[in-house]
């Protein structure tokens, strides 16, 4: 949560959160979960995320 990721790097939830709004803008994606996908997608993950997408797109959200 952006809760957790403000504790471990000692920021504030709204720095979080405008971090992952210019990160979200540069990858073209609206959501951290279409974040993930686009990660995979573009091999910059360490393990096989297949599982999480296959579970993104039955959900009915586009994958870019």
């Known amino acids: 949560s952006n ?3 403000a504790e471990r790097l000692v920021i504030s939830e709204r720095t979080v959160r ?3 709004t ?3 803008n540069k990858l073209g994606v609206s ?9 995979a997608q573009h091999g910059l993950l360490d393990f096989d995320f297949s599982i999480v997408l296959g579970m993104y797109k039955k959900s009915g959200c586009e994958i870019a």
């Open 3 to 5: 809760q957790e990721i």
């Open 18 to 20: 405008a971090h992952l």
């Open 22 to 24: 210019n990160v979200y």
């Open 31 to 39: 959501s951290r979960g279409a974040a993930i996908a686009y990660a």
